[in-house]
């Protein structure tokens, strides 16, 4: 199962120079609980940046992998040159975790979307790709203080 997670404001921005754009501690909270021992997939822009977060510890998840075109050696993760011959061979659950352009080229495979709703607007520069959440079913809302907790499936044909 491909499964994606991000948060977005209402805009859709994600973020702001590769970093996000805002500090929630209840969404950073989420998304280590949903990530937590999971394999995840990134770009390496993504994987850079979580490289400044966690300096001096590993990255908290159970399986790393990291999709870029260029010829890449990620000494706690698995390189992904071809993300679709990827998609077609993974025998796991993959949660997609980042940035936009992994996100655009996954969601047409996402069968599970975890957005968190961000209440506020924000500045910055990286928005996420406009596609139809009419594609999907909310199974699952929760809503804290400036933020919408949700999860989608998508609608099977």
Request: charge should be positive.
């Amino acid at each position: 199962m491909i499964q994606m997670i991000w948060a977005m404001d209402e805009n859709w921005l994600i973020g702001k120079d590769n970093l996000l754009p805002w500090h929630y501690p209840k969404d950073l909270a989420y998304f280590k609980k949903m990530t937590k021992d999971a394999s995840v997939i990134m770009g390496d822009m993504t994987y850079k940046s979580l490289k400044t977060y966690y300096k001096t510890k590993p990255l908290p998840f159970k399986k790393i992998y990291v999709a870029n075109i260029l010829d890449a050696h990620y000494e706690d993760a698995i390189h992904v040159k071809d993300i679709f011959e990827f998609i077609k061979t993974v025998d796991e659950d993959v949660m997609v975790i980042g940035g936009k352009t992994i996100y655009q080229l996954m969601l047409p495979y996402a069968d599970r979307l975890y957005i968190t709703h961000v209440l506020k607007r924000h500045e910055g520069n990286v928005y996420f790709p406009k596609f139809k959440l009419s594609e999907y079913k909310c199974v699952d809302k929760k809503i804290e203080e400036n933020l919408i907790f949700a999860t989608f499936e998508r609608v099977k044909s």
